[in-house]
């Protein structure tokens, strides 16, 4: 860094000056602060290689070029680095940065925090797939794909999708069915043109709502209460949910019901109130447990996942 930083404030003409992925010999912080050093500098005329895409967000630069790996030969394609930089404010528009997609082959949009970390389980362990280049992402705010603003959003990720650039291609948004008519959800589905898909089961929750995992998963959590928590009393509470409930069948009340209310009501009653459900750690933990000992519970969603993944 001090023999670049030597070169830049020293030099009596301009310079061409190329550095070789300084995010290599930096931490992020330190790269940061030295490009924007750089940036002052306009006299010199900097080539920067980096694998990162921090240093592609602080240089903004005037030209860039992507290098591919295309069989034996390196593919160099000249980006517009206008649309990248459109790019990356479309990212900012759903809650998303370049860091969270550069490098990607393709993404696979999900309802959230607990699908983002609970699917490629599911991917690994029951489709038994290596995810490759894909990456599972939670899109921030799933209410703006209900509100009067939808459509808009919708235009954002077809953007994301179809632009040329550092954003690789999305294969698929999967969404809980709560709180979506069945004329929204087709609505999505239409206006997407089927990128759009949803849950059999209201929520990704509803899958999770394995007596013997639950029980599992409060057994671990310290403090829960006095004694472990057994499969037998979790299926008590279930079956009391169920009775109580307005639907006829366990298999509609699986369906339908509010899974991630179930397991907050659960977790609150069974731990005398000390501990209140975590929908992504605790979530998480049951994904873990099902994908290992039940994996059948989460068939239908490793189909729907394997349908947009594909081999």
Request: hydrophobic letters at 40%; one cysteine or more.
């Given at each position: 860094?001090l023999?670049?930083?030597y070169v830049?404030l020293?030099?009596d003409?301009?310079q061409?000056?190329?550095?070789?992925?300084?995010?290599?010999?930096?931490?992020?912080?330190?790269?940061?602060k030295?490009?924007?050093?750089?940036k002052?500098?306009?006299?010199h005329?900097?080539?920067?290689t980096?694998?990162?895409?921090?240093?592609?967000?602080?240089v903004?630069?005037n030209?860039?070029?992507?290098?591919?790996?295309?069989?034996?030969?390196?593919?160099?394609?000249?980006?517009?680095?206008?649309?990248t930089?459109?790019q990356?404010?479309?990212?900012?528009?759903?809650?998303?940065?370049?860091?969270?997609?550069f490098?990607a082959?393709?993404?696979?949009w999900v309802e959230?925090?607990?699908?983002?970390?609970?699917?490629?389980?599911?991917?690994?362990?029951?489709?038994q797939k290596?995810?490759?280049?894909?990456?599972?992402?939670?899109?921030?705010?799933?209410g703006?794909?209900?509100s009067?603003?939808s459509?808009?959003?919708?235009?954002?990720?077809?953007?994301?999708?179809r632009?040329?650039?550092?954003?690789?291609?999305?294969?698929?948004i999967?969404?809980?069915r709560e709180?979506?008519?069945?004329?929204?959800?087709?609505?999505?589905i239409?206006?997407?043109?089927?990128?759009?898909?949803?849950?059999?089961?209201?929520?990704?929750?509803?899958?999770?709502?394995?007596?013997?995992?639950?029980?599992?998963?409060?057994?671990?959590?310290?403090?829960?209460?006095d004694?472990?928590?057994t499969?037998?009393?979790?299926?008590?509470?279930l079956?009391?949910?169920?009775?109580?409930?307005?639907?006829?069948?366990e298999e509609e009340w699986l369906?339908?019901v509010?899974?991630?209310?179930v397991?907050?009501?659960?977790?609150?009653e069974?731990?005398?109130?000390?501990?209140?459900?975590?929908?992504?750690?605790?979530g998480?933990?049951?994904?873990e447990?099902?994908?290992?000992?039940?994996?059948?519970?989460?068939?239908?969603?490793?189909?729907?996942?394997?349908?947009?993944?594909?081999?």
């Amino acid at each position: 860094m001090l023999a670049i930083l030597y070169v830049v404030l020293t030099a009596d003409k301009p310079q061409t000056i190329i550095i070789d992925k300084p995010q290599s010999f930096l931490n992020p912080g330190a790269v940061r602060k030295l490009l924007e050093i750089l940036k002052r500098y306009t006299q010199h005329q900097f080539i920067i290689t980096t694998h990162s895409p921090e240093v592609v967000s602080v240089v903004n630069p005037n030209t860039l070029f992507l290098l591919q790996k295309v069989e034996a030969e390196t593919v160099i394609t000249q980006l517009d680095s206008t649309k990248t930089q459109d790019q990356k404010l479309l990212l900012s528009e759903v809650g998303t940065r370049l860091s969270d997609v550069f490098g990607a082959d393709n993404i696979l949009w999900v309802e959230g925090a607990t699908e983002e970390s609970s699917f490629p389980l599911i991917i690994e362990h029951i489709l038994q797939k290596p995810l490759r280049g894909t990456k599972i992402l939670g899109v921030v705010q799933t209410g703006d794909f209900e509100s009067k603003h939808s459509e808009t959003i919708l235009k954002i990720y077809d953007r994301l999708t179809r632009g040329e650039g550092l954003i690789p291609p999305a294969i698929g948004i999967i969404f809980d069915r709560e709180k979506r008519s069945q004329q929204n959800q087709d609505d999505l589905i239409r206006r997407s043109q089927g990128t759009v898909v949803f849950l059999p089961r209201m929520m990704y929750e509803n899958y999770l709502l394995n007596p013997q995992a639950i029980s599992y998963v409060m057994s671990q959590i310290e403090g829960f209460r006095d004694d472990p928590v057994t499969p037998e009393e979790v299926q008590e509470k279930l079956q009391q949910c169920i009775a109580e409930s307005k639907y006829s069948t366990e298999e509609e009340w699986l369906q339908e019901v509010h899974g991630a209310k179930v397991l907050e009501t659960l977790f609150k009653e069974l731990s005398e109130s000390r501990v209140e459900y975590d929908k992504v750690l605790y979530g998480v933990a049951l994904t873990e447990w099902i994908v290992n000992n039940a994996p059948t519970d989460l068939k239908e969603v490793a189909d729907l996942i394997g349908s947009k993944i594909g081999n």
